[in-house]
């Protein structure tokens, strides 16, 4: 069982670019998480805080609360949490996604922004992509700029065109170059300033608060995302907290698919099927009398609340194979928690492939635990010296 899940956690999770980096990965997870050493191929970092204070040779994908990449990225790089900060030069693409996004270093690809705050101090030579509440871009950029946000601030040397659409105020500081056409949608006329100079002239469209169908269309997906990536942040503070409350009882989980044999696998697996796919007919056959009502409710409860269970325990169990595997530890910690869970949501984001194996996965933890409750429920001798 371990090693089909690390077969899928490596075919969905690592990219093909990852494949073939010019030298091995390197994972790093830590709570406050301080990455000094270079490496000479992929790096993936994981943490409540974490500082990237090293080259990095291929790409960098970092997730946290907090992310600093303070050191040159040779490759792309995959920054996500509350507050991004990129201060280095990157050589490929930037995709920075949280609350606060602020980009200081020169971006040699494409940059591509979403967050409540977005702050470019930097220069980059693709296109630029920004959505946020609040976008400033103090350097100007060498290609093509979009920008939808309701606060836009634009400052610089700005070699290509530059496409706004704004709910509020637009605004370019004082002596502001565009080279290429202004076209910006807004509810009033943007503040440009004499010594400011468009050469491709100046397209103004007047919006009124209400949005026209492609404007929600892109809104709708800007939501869409923002959901996603609270989703996912939500799992992986839970599915920590789970682990390091809780990590005798995430061991178990872990030891029904390392100590187990193949039939037993099954075996949990199918009891896991089967209670997620019975409870809910039970509640709808409970619910056409008045005296199960209240019964039917009861079950609903715990059904949810074992759906949720089983979902986190599926990212925990990944967490806790990986440590095993690669750390050489039994013991699960609350960061294997938050890695597994990481891990299974891009898992999820596949087509097909990826919800099957989620699904597989989340049978099993629910089969797991719906054994380790019974037997504490009521225990047996010969079930706990197994376990313990």
Same mark, same amino acid.
Not at 147 to 159: E, H, P, R, T
Not at 179 to 198: D, F, M, N, Q
Not at 343 to 372: E, K, N, Q
């Given at each position: 069982?371990?090693?089909?899940?690390?077969?899928?956690?490596?075919?969905?999770?690592?990219?093909?670019?990852?494949?073939?980096?010019?030298?091995?990965?390197?994972?790093?997870?830590?709570?406050?998480?301080?990455?000094?050493?270079?490496?000479?191929?992929?790096?993936?970092?994981?943490?409540?805080?974490?500082?990237?204070?090293?080259?990095?040779?291929?790409?960098?994908?970092?997730?946290?609360?907090?992310?600093?990449?303070?050191?040159?990225?040779?490759?792309?790089?995959?920054?996500?949490?509350?507050?991004?900060?990129?201060?280095?030069?990157?050589?490929?693409?930037?995709?920075?996604?949280?609350?606060?996004?602020?980009?200081?270093?020169?971006?040699?690809?494409?940059?591509?922004?979403?967050?409540?705050?977005?702050?470019?101090?930097?220069?980059?030579?693709?296109?630029?992509?920004?959505?946020?509440?609040?976008?400033?871009?103090?350097?100007?950029?060498?290609?093509?700029?979009?920008?939808?946000?309701?606060?836009?601030?634009?400052?610089?040397?700005?070699?290509?065109?530059?496409?706004?659409?704004?709910?509020?105020?637009?605004?370019?500081?004082?002596?502001?170059?565009?080279?290429?056409?202004?076209?910006?949608?807004?509810?009033?006329?943007?503040?440009?300033?004499?010594?400011?100079?468009?050469?491709?002239?100046?397209?103004?469209?007047?919006?009124?608060?209400?949005?026209?169908?492609?404007?929600?269309?892109? =809104? +709708? *997906?800007?939501? $869409?995302?923002?959901?996603? &990536?609270?989703?996912? !942040?939500?799992? #992986?503070? %839970? /599915?920590?907290?789970?682990?390091?409350?809780?990590?005798?009882?995430?061991?178990?989980?872990?030891?029904?698919?390392?100590?187990?044999?193949?039939?037993?696998?099954?075996?949990?697996?199918?009891?896991?099927?089967?209670?997620?796919?019975?409870?809910?007919?039970?509640?709808?056959?409970?619910?056409?009398?008045?005296?199960?009502?209240?019964?039917?409710?009861?079950?609903?409860?715990?059904?949810?609340?074992?759906?949720?269970?089983?979902?986190?325990?599926?990212?925990?169990?990944?967490?806790?194979?990986?440590?095993?595997?690669?750390?050489?530890?039994?013991?699960?910690?609350?960061?294997?928690?938050?890695?597994?869970? =990481? +891990? *299974?949501?891009? $898992?999820?984001?596949?087509? &097909?492939?990826?919800? !099957?194996?989620? #699904?597989? %996965? /989340?049978?099993?933890?629910?089969?797991?635990?719906?054994?380790?409750?019974?037997?504490?429920?009521?225990?047996?001798?010969?079930?706990?010296?197994?376990?313990?």
């Amino acid at each position: 069982m371990q090693r089909i899940l690390l077969a899928l956690l490596v075919t969905f999770l690592i990219p093909t670019s990852t494949l073939a980096a010019r030298g091995p990965a390197s994972f790093s997870v830590g709570r406050s998480l301080i990455a000094a050493s270079s490496s000479p191929g992929n790096a993936f970092l994981a943490g409540v805080s974490v500082v990237s204070t090293a080259p990095v040779a291929g790409d960098l994908s970092a997730v946290g609360g907090s992310v600093v990449a303070a050191a040159p990225v040779q490759g792309d790089a995959l920054l996500l949490a509350g507050s991004v900060s990129s201060r280095a030069a990157v050589w490929g693409d930037v995709r920075a996604v949280g609350g606060s996004v602020n980009v200081e270093g020169s971006v040699t690809g494409d940059l591509v922004a979403l967050g409540y705050t977005v702050y470019n101090s930097g220069r980059t030579s693709g296109d630029t992509f920004i959505v946020a509440v609040d976008a400033t871009l103090s350097n100007g950029a060498a290609g093509p700029v979009t920008i939808y946000g309701n606060s836009i601030l634009l400052a610089g040397d700005f070699a290509d065109d530059v496409t706004v659409v704004a709910t509020g105020r637009v605004s370019l500081a004082p002596g502001t170059t565009i080279r290429g056409k202004l076209s910006y949608e807004a509810p009033e006329t943007a503040t440009i300033p004499a010594s400011a100079t468009v050469d491709g002239g100046i397209e103004y469209t007047s919006t009124s608060y209400l949005p026209d169908v492609g404007t929600s269309r892109t =809104l +709708a *997906l800007v939501s $869409i995302g923002f959901f996603l &990536f609270a989703r996912i !942040l939500g799992a #992986l503070i %839970l /599915a920590g907290l789970l682990a390091g409350l809780f990590p005798r009882l995430a061991e178990r989980v872990a030891e029904h698919a390392s100590l187990n044999r193949l039939r037993d696998i099954l075996l949990t697996m199918l009891l896991g099927f089967a209670i997620l796919a019975a409870t809910p007919v039970l509640i709808a056959l409970l619910m056409l009398t008045f005296v199960g009502i209240g019964l039917a409710m009861l079950l609903f409860f715990l059904y949810a609340l074992l759906v949720l269970l089983a979902f986190l325990y599926a990212g925990i169990l990944l967490g806790s194979i990986v440590a095993r595997r690669f750390a050489k530890r039994d013991m699960v910690l609350w960061h294997d928690g938050m890695f597994g869970m =990481l +891990a *299974l949501s891009l $898992i999820l984001l596949v087509p &097909f492939v990826g919800v !099957l194996t989620v #699904l597989l %996965l /989340a049978v099993f933890a629910a089969g797991a635990l719906l054994r380790i409750f019974f037997h504490f429920a009521f225990p047996h001798e010969d079930y706990t010296a197994e376990l313990l």
